[in-house]
Nanobody
């Protein structure tokens, strides 16, 4: 399995931006489907974005479209989530997850991923 470590979370005001990073070790990330998931307080964990290894295509949840951008740097074995125009509803713990057998789509669920990071907290509040 690949080992994942997230960073970049913090406390920001509404309308601000953050960039989360997910650094991988053990195996190349480009052999996996990689996702960012969010668990808001009192809610189930949801897939925010997911990038496919096969064709580089990216899925975004409706809540993330137009505001979040997922990218990868294979040389650094790292994926990023650029979050712009943050809202209080974006508050939660953000996890990076990967799986070598998965194809990202709107049907992907958190239980589909085999490798997880420890999470990074994002709080959007004035």
């Amino acid at each position: 399995q690949v080992q994942l470590a997230e960073s970049g979370g913090g406390l920001v005001q509404p309308g601000s931006s953050l960039r989360l990073s997910c650094a991988a070790s053990g195996k190349p990330l480009n052999y996996h489907a990689i996702a960012w998931l969010r668990q808001a307080p009192g809610k189930e964990r949801e897939v925010v974005s997911c990038i496919n290894k096969s064709d580089g295509s990216t899925y975004y949840a409706d809540s993330a479209k137009g505001r979040f951008t997922m990218s990868s740097d294979n040389a650094k074995n790292t994926v990023y989530l650029q979050m712009d125009s943050l809202k209080p509803g974006d508050t939660g713990v953000y996890y990076c997850a990967a799986d070598p057998m998965l194809y990202c789509s709107e049907d992907v669920r958190d239980t589909d991923f085999g490798s997880w990071g420890q999470g990074t907290q994002v709080i959007v509040s004035s």
